[in-house]
């Protein structure tokens, strides 16, 4: 297939996945999206006798048209090594009936290493097929994980700047940490005044200007998104769940040709989408359940049709999560459209000078593969003490958000389809909250002691991410209003 490019606000086509990937954000505020979603050209029974990097391969080569077969697999060979603590890369454990799909065993511990220890040499070839002199700056605003797993894999890359934003107080301690611990002499981390939703507006907004853009192209530098807005953290996303689904049917779990349902727990609504990707390709998937936290703008839109930010942004236990505007649900509104940019396009403006648009039954119809659920701070307590209860396993806030949703979604349907659930974050990382939710309140107990009693609890070795950043010097204490972005963005660069 002849793969191209083309924003979903219709401003842009034509444009290579190489060309794509650099620029992460099209000019006109939209997401870019391929003309067509092409076909996995290999059989189950093949791909389950695969490695990750194997089907990593399978997967990216459709969608990544204009990279050659040795740029590709050397992209993988790179991003999928012993940075991972497991050659599976991507385990699945089955418990409570259903199947966790472990996504957090990168550097960082949560599933953004499986997109974000790609896509810097994703970006270095890029730039390199499309003769860029630039400097790449990537900007990023993070809820608490993207921000680490981007620094971590564009850390002393040359020809690289990254500039993470995050919501001061607005992430976990251990997130916190690992990114104000950061090094890398061409990274910068700074905390702003406002939450995820005010860094990722900010961050589109800079996006957007086209005379800062200017300013930079001056001084010989040019942005880019570790976002998942960028169509290159999407596509090794959709690997693991064609890797999961193959897995499933080699271990005698499943029969080939059988469907899944994946539970995903949702924030900017990249993962879940990935899930969709991966159906769309060719695995047998039946129901996507879009899994929210009580930031359910996703339950409410999914129910009703409309989808309306305009409402209080709460902070809970799983902060990657706590988010508004779900960026990436833009690409599943103009596929709803049937790829009618100016539909999309008018629906994007509504959201943003009302803060709410409705879409159309025909839209609704046309998105019945999804269905939203969402759980509360006291559900998601209660579910990660229960799994723990009755199988010793530990999950994290995020991943419990998830598996609370996925019950309550089988007691209210009944639906007995196999189920795999994404694991989005090692309990590590949220070690407090998982803590308290399964022991009872953690008091002032220092960090470090409540992750070494998790320790104790699990019976899982503490990862390295977590052992790095003990006694680890703190590097980054720039702060700034949500306004001043961009101004602090002129001021790392030296502009
Ligand atoms: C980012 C993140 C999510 C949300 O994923 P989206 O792709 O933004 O929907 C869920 N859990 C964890 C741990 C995350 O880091």
Known sequence: MNLSYQSTRGGESGLTASQAILKGLADDGGLFMPTGIPKLDVSIEQLSKMTYQETAYEVMKLFLT???????????????????????????????????????????????????????????????????????????????????????????????????????????????????????DNTAVVAIHGNFDDAQTGVKKIFGDR??????????????????????????????????????????????????????????????????????????????????????????????????????????????????ISSNLERLIYLSTGCDAEANKALMAALSADGAYTVTDAMRAWMKDFVGGYATEAENAAEIKRVYDDTGYMIDTHTGVASAVYRKYVTETGDQTPTVIASTASPYKFSHSVMEAVFGDQGNKDEFAIIDDLCRASGVAIPNAVEEIRNAQIRHKRECDVPAMESTVAEILGL
């Open 66 to 184: 204009d990279f050659t077969e040795e740029e590709l697999k050397y992209c993988i060979s790179q991003a999928y090594d012993s940075k991972f603590d497991t050659e599976e890369i991507a385990p699945l454990v089955k418990a409570d009936g259903a199947y966790y799909l472990e996504l957090f065993h990168g550097s960082t511990i949560a599933f953004k290493d499986m997109a974000l220890s790609i896509l810097p040499y994703f970006m270095t070839t890029a730039a390199k097929k499309n003769h860029v002199e630039n400097e790449i700056v990537i900007l990023t605003a993070t809820s608490g994980d993207t921000g680490k797993a981007a620094m971590a894999g564009f850390a002393d890359v040359p020809g690289t700047r990254i500039i993470v934003f995050y919501p001061k107080g607005g992430v976990s301690k251990v997130q916190e940490l690992q990114m104000v611990t950061q090094k890398g």
């Open 211 to 324: 005379d800062f853009a200017e300013k930079l192209a001056a001084k010989g530098f040019q942005l880019s998104s570790a976002n998942s807005i960028n169509i290159g953290r999407l596509v090794p996303q959709v690997v693991y769940y064609v890797y999961a689904y193959a897995k499933l049917v080699q271990n005698g779990e499943i029969q080939n040709g059988e469907e899944i349902n994946i539970t995903v727990p949702t924030g900017n609504f990249g993962n879940i989408l990935a899930a969709y990707f991966a159906k769309q390709i060719g695995i047998p998937v039946k129901t996507l359940i879009c899994a929210s936290n009580d930031n359910k703008v996703l339950y409410d839109f999914f129910r009703t049709g409309t989808y309306d930010k305009k409402r209080e942004f709460i902070l809970t236990t799983s902060p990657s999560m706590d988010i508004l």
